[in-house]
């Protein structure tokens, strides 16, 4: 039967393969890497962006020159009630390399308990340290929780300027203190940024595994190939449907069919193909191959709201990147360190807002220049910032289809501050944060006449601030979340597979179970890195 099926793609003038994998952003990468190494197996990776050939995407301070809509998706949120009804930008990467491609590129895992908490069988903790391990290859010295010649190579940031040092001395004078490395042991603390910038230069996923993968015979990469459905056989997903270059194509998949479009596109993929919430999917006139409601449920994501001040006059120095400054490009292009090798945001600390939550659940990021505000009103003089992140949130929100057209951008709502506890736990991370403005080392590098919001602002102020200006930190996750086979608010089981068909997994940051206190890159790989490894255990 399978023989059969096979001869009618053929005639139908589909490419069939072992495995599709649809998304070429971060876990796409791996999954392509991993699977070819068997020579046997056949894989194709579909990309709807293009070849990742920009310059800018090569050093940090490029990353905001990536967000034009060649290669980024642009999504906005929905109007958030909780943010005074503001729309709020969700860039996501589309190009080879995904959001890691236009994002800063912080490394951070999260902690133990974050990952225990998700309390999925294959998912303990000591296999998940095996992983990181094999992912790794960093200059920390602890051996037993980190990797060292790993795929992914990692860095620290420059210091940039004097003011990453006067956040250190701060954070240590607020009672904050200092960890020599968050991705290990001890992830609460001030510490610079582990990045994913070696020499200066980024490198993802692109860089660590699909490079190698290319030279593999076994493996097409297509750019510029936008997927807009996946087709059934009864229950079995076997083929999907793209254009490239104006004209519509079908490929078929032997094995399965991976979805690595992240967590806006991924549950979008799966609905416009039958596979979501019944009502929905009928609404848009979609006949439904499976009712899962748990599909563009659960979305989460991080928020951020800065406060900053200028230095003293003549307190200070700026750090500033111009990649319109030829010296600093050429400094960059001849593999120098230089402004272009700089992120702003240099270092960070993950707290506690109250020490009995059992996992951080505030993040402070601590940017070296003056608020962007400031910078036109007063160009010859420094400052800083810092940006606070809510990373615990219990707010949860959606993604759902505006329509039927693959086209068009489905509906994105996190949903931000709806839990009535995230603002009162977000106004306590914003007085820890707000502390360090009270010590000596930082008062002495402040102009409280220009400070965004006052160390004694009551807690309506600082609501007020907070709803009026938080961004997101761009870390959506869990829109088609694994969990067991008897929870209703995961769409995948334990190992990434769709649940109620076959042949059909979400390996992406869509099924991340819940946000870890770090960044979204790390674990997004470790996703791909696990489920790769089911897959070639069978």
């Known amino acids: 039967m399978v023989a059969l099926a096979r001869w009618q793609l053929v005639l139908r003038g589909a490419r069939v393969y072992d495995y599709i994998i649809v998304g070429g952003g971060t876990a796409g990468p791996v999954l392509a890497a991993r699977l070819t190494e068997n020579p046997r197996t056949r894989v194709l990776l579909l990309e709807a962006g293009p070849e990742n050939t920009f310059e800018a995407s090569g050093y940090v ?30 860039p996501r990467g589309k190009l080879i390399g995904g959001s ?48 060292q010649s790993g795929k992914m190579q990692l860095e620290m940031t420059p210091a940039g300027s004097e003011m990453t040092e006067i956040f250190r001395r701060a954070a240590i004078e607020a009672g904050i203190g200092i960890t020599q490395d968050r991705n290990a042991a001890v992830p609460t603390g001030f510490d610079l940024w582990e990045c994913i910038y070696p020499l200066g230069h980024r490198f993802n996923t692109e860089n660590g595994y699909l490079k190698v993968a290319r030279s593999r015979a076994n493996l097409t990469v297509l750019t510029e190939a936008f997927v807009s459905r996946v087709i059934f056989d009864r229950q079995r997903a076997v083929r999907v449907c793209y254009t490239k270059g104006g004209q519509e194509f079908e490929a078929s998949a032997e094995g ?132 606070v992140g809510l990373v615990q949130p219990k ?31 977000y106004i306590k991370g914003m007085r820890i944060a707000l502390s360090q403005v009270k010590t000596a080392t930082l008062a002495a590098y402040t102009d409280r006449a220009t400070l965004s919001l006052s160390p004694e602002a009551g807690d309506d102020e600082i609501e007020a601030h907070i709803r009026a200006t938080a961004e997101s930190t761009y870390h959506p996750v869990g829109s088609a979340r694994m969990g067991r086979g008897d929870d209703p608010t995961a769409a995948l089981d334990p190992q990434c597979r769709v649940k109620g068909v076959e042949g059909l997994r979400v390996v992406d940051a869509a099924s991340i179970p819940a946000l870890v206190s770090g960044h979204t890159m790390a674990p997004t790989i470790l996703v791909a890195e696990r489920v790769a490894d089911f897959m070639m255990e069978g």
């Not at 905001?64 to 709020?88: D, V």
């Not at 225990?116 to 200059?139: A, F």
């Not at 600390?349 to 996992?359: I, Q, R």
Request: some cysteine.
């Open 61 to 90: 301070a490029g990353a905001f020159a990536m967000w034009g809509p060649r290669t980024n998706w642009g999504y906005a949120s929905s109007p958030q009630p909780g943010l005074n009804g503001r729309e709020i930008a969700q």
């Open 100 to 147: 890691a491609a236009i994002n800063i590129g912080s490394w951070s895992r999260g902690t133990r308990g974050n990952y225990e908490s998700w309390d999925l069988p294959g998912w303990d903790w000591d296999t998940i340290v095996q992983l990181y391990k094999r992912i790794e290859n960093t200059t920390k010295e602890d051996v037993d929780l980190r990797g």
């Open 256 to 387: 399965e069919i991976l979805l690595c479009g992240g967590a806006i596109n991924s549950p979008q993929l799966l609905m416009l193909s039958g596979v979501g919430p019944a009502d929905q999917l009928r609404e848009h006139g979609i006949a439904v191959t499976q009712n899962l409601a748990a599909v563009g449920s659960n979305l989460a994501d991080h928020l951020r709201v800065d406060f900053g001040a200028l230095t003293p006059v003549d307190t200070g120095e700026t750090a500033y990147a111009d990649p319109n400054d030829p010296a600093q490009l050429a400094q960059w292009r001849r593999g120098a360190y230089g402004p272009l090798t700089i992120a702003e945001n240099t270092s960070a600390a993950f707290v506690k807002s109250d020490p009995s939550v059992a996992e951080p659940d505030i993040e402070i990021m601590y940017s070296i220049n003056p608020p962007l505000a400031l910078r036109a009103t007063h160009p010859e003089r420094a400052g800083w910032y810092m940006n």
């Open 395 to 425: 707010s949860t929100g959606s993604v759902s289809l505006n329509s039927a057209d693959a086209c068009e951008k489905a509906i994105y709502d996190p949903g931000y501050l709806s839990h009535p506890d995230d603002v009162a736990t």
